[in-house]
């Protein structure tokens, strides 16, 4: 079992930055990768970004490279997302997720991501 613990959102003017932050706790020592998925109003959850355990392995929604960059500490068991150059498209709300080895996924509660002028 993991439980992630999801902070960082709020409300942003277009333009600006915001950064997420995840804190895993339980079995992480058994999680491959950590990431981040968004789901706007009316719309189905999709990725934004995740990154394996060893660092070999990161990917990026197209609609996000350049702008956003995923990072993770190990040691602290922390996944966080520095979102930059933030677009009203972006709004949504964010989960984290870890994929665990044998594939089991485990979700946070989700942050709102808010961007409006």
């Known amino acids: 079992q993991v439980q992630l613990v999801e902070s960082g959102g709020g409300l942003v003017q277009p333009g600006g930055s915001l950064r997420l932050s995840c804190a895993a706790f339980?079995?992480?020592?058994?999680?491959?990768?950590l990431g981040w998925y968004r789901q706007a109003p009316g719309k189905q959850r999709e990725l934004v970004a995740d990154i394996s355990r060893t660092f070999s392995y990161i990917n990026y929604a197209d609609s996000v490279k350049g702008r956003f960059t995923i990072s993770r500490d190990n040691a602290k068991n922390t996944v966080d997302l520095q979102m930059n150059s933030l677009k009203p498209e972006d709004t949504a709300v964010y989960y984290c997720?870890?994929?665990?080895?044998?594939?089991?996924?485990?979700w946070g509660q989700g942050t709102q991501v808010t961007v409006s002028s």
């Open positions: 339980g079995s992480v020592f058994a999680i491959n990768r």
């Open positions: 997720n870890a994929l665990m080895y044998d594939e089991i996924a485990y």
